[in-house]
Nanobody, 118 residues
Framework: VQLQASGGGLVQAGGSLTLSCTVS????????MGWYRQAPGSERELVAL???????QYADSVKGRFTASRDTNKNTVGLQMNDLRPEDTAVYYC?????????????WGQGTLVTVSS
C-alpha cells in the first residue's frame, strides 16, 4: 500500500488549505482513510478519519472548520481546512488502514507541512 499526499504550505490565520492523498492498494480492502497530524514536540493525533461505513470522525479541535472527503472510485481522501489557526501548524499525514488477522494495520503517507502564521 502506498499513499501519496499533496497540498499544505504556508497560510495566514483565518485562511484555508486543501490536502489530498491518493492511496494505491490493489490487493487490500481499506477500512478507513483519513488524516493525522504531528506538531513539534507533540504526539501524532487524529484529525479526521472516514470509515467505509460512512461515518466520519473528527478531532474536537477541528470540528466545524475541517471537512474530510473520500472518493472510493479514485481511492483518494481529501481534507478541506478552513479558518486555520496557528495551533493547526503541524506535519499532516495521510492514513489508510485495514484489518488483518489478529489486528489492524495502518499505512502512512510521507507527511506534508502546514504552517499557519498569526
Amino acid at each position: 500500500v502506498q499513499l501519496q499526499a499533496s497540498g499544505g504550505g504556508l497560510v495566514q490565520a483565518g485562511g484555508s488549505l486543501t490536502l489530498s492523498c491518493t492511496v494505491s492498494a490493489s490487493d487490500v480492502k481499506i477500512f478507513a482513510m483519513g488524516w493525522y497530524r504531528q506538531a513539534p514536540g507533540s504526539e501524532r493525533e487524529l484529525v479526521a478519519l472516514i470509515y467505509t461505513t460512512g461515518l466520519t470522525q473528527y478531532a474536537d479541535s477541528v470540528k466545524g472548520r475541517f471537512t474530510a472527503s473520500r472518493d472510493t472510485n479514485k481511492n483518494t481522501v481529501g481534507l478541506q481546512m478552513n479558518d486555520l489557526r496557528p495551533e493547526d501548524t503541524a506535519v499532516y499525514y495521510c492514513n489508510a488502514g485495514h484489518f488483518i488477522a489478529g489486528g489492524y494495520e495502518n499505512f502512512w503517507g510521507q507527511g506534508t507541512l502546514v504552517t499557519v502564521s498569526s
